[in-house]
């Protein structure tokens, strides 16, 4: 009786941090998303921004800005929403992959889904380049890339062992293949249509267009949801298959599930965006750092902290493409912070 009061008692404790932790994290969205459309070439400050919001949420009756500004201000909107929404995406992927695979390495580029999904979307421009404009058809494409490249991927780290190690070379050999195929269909597009879409070879979050908004929203929608109801079975599957049994989850059905939710996460994101790297390798462990290792918190917390990474990847883009350089792919900046995460990760993972 005493050990399970204590454990109540810890558990609310937790619970009362996890709800904070949203509050502090709602707060910041709206603080980032406020500083982020301030920043780009034409200067406009936070007051003209809450003018702006006022103004679209009905209080003020009149227009506060000019239409060329107001037009600016709502390129930046799309922008900074696609960046919060992808980063949700990935974020949440990297959160399954890792209990799926029982694996802290795992991330949806490593493991090969990005690069399998952008390989299969090239291609399916290369038939029919239109397919760029039909967003559920070029989702769903995206998707069964993801999902063959993490089936491969599986196959190999089965057929090497089955350790932490080999699973991220597995990884890394199936990202490699696609991300090659991936950039010759690109490269084959332009030859022959004149289309640049090589820049979804690097990712770019400003790809999409007002129209794209709803049903990037709706698909999120389904995938969080859908990785919530997965939250307990993860928690089980976790601390073993013979755990999860016992509680009544299938570990087979658990970890399918898991791979077609990671997946059709993967997919839509780079159908918008392009592939964009380690944002599922890093956001799962700050989640797990701030909230505990429960699915129940980790999922809500990584919902916040993948879109407020990439979305301050995205004003870092902006920022430098003020000093004249030009504006770089917003995944060169995520590889470059995710780079040396992840071999941190490995040096931890060989000394334990």
């Known amino acids: 009786m005493l050990a399970m009061s204590i454990v109540k008692v810890r558990y609310r404790k937790r619970l009362r941090f996890f709800y904070v932790s949203l509050i502090v994290f709602s707060i910041l969205f709206i603080m980032t998303l406020v500083f982020s459309l301030t920043i780009g070439s ?58 799926c695979s029982r694996n802290p390495l795992a991330d949806p580029f490593i493991l090969g889904l990005s690069s399998g999904a952008l390989s299969f979307l090239a291609l399916a421009m290369l038939i ?88 990037m929203i709706v698909t999120l929608t389904i995938g969080i949801v859908l990785a919530i109801l997965l939250s307990k079975p993860l928690n089980a599957l976790i601390y073993g298959d013979e755990y999860a049994q016992q509680l009544g989850y299938n570990p087979r059905s658990v970890i399918r599930f898991g791979a077609i939710l990671a997946s059709f996460l993967t997919g839509t ?45 995205d004003v870092l883009v902006r920022l430098i493409a003020l000093t004249g350089l030009g504006e770089i792919p917003i995944g060169a900046i995520t590889s470059i912070i995710g780079g040396p995460f992840l071999a941190y990760l490995i040096v931890k993972s060989l000394k334990a």
């Not at 991300?179 to 249509?193: E, K, N």
């Not at 799962?284 to 701030?290: D, K, L, S, T, V």
């Not at 916040?304 to 990847?313: D, K, N, Q, R, S």
């Open 128 to 215: 029919s380049p239109a397919l760029i404009y039909l967003r559920p058809i070029a989702i769903a494409i995206a998707f069964i890339g993801a999902l063959i490249g993490f089936t491969i991927t599986l196959a190999l780290f089965e057929a090497t062992g089955g350790t932490s190690t080999s699973l991220v070379l597995s990884g890394i050999a199936v990202s490699t293949l696609f991300g090659g195929l991936g950039l010759i269909f690109s490269y084959m597009v332009y030859a022959r249509y004149k289309m640049h879409i090589v820049i979804y070879t690097l990712g770019c979050v400003s790809l999409t267009t007002k129209n794209d908004l709803m049903l």
């Open 42 to 99: 034409a200067n406009i400050g936070v007051d003209g921004v809450f003018e702006w919001i006022l103004y679209k949420i009905g209080i003020h009756a009149l227009q506060p800005v000019n239409e060329g500004v107001l037009k600016i201000i709502e390129l930046r909107f799309v922008r900074t929403l696609t960046a919060f929404i992808v980063g949700v995406m990935l974020g949440v992927s990297g959160v399954i992959l890792q209990a």
């Open 269 to 313: 994101a780079v159908a918008f965006t392009g592939v964009i790297g380690f944002i599922g390798l890093i956001v799962p462990h700050i989640a797990r750092f701030i909230v505990g290792h429960d699915h129940r918190f980790v999922i809500p917390a990584s919902i916040f902290i993948g879109g407020l990474i990439l979305c301050y990847a």
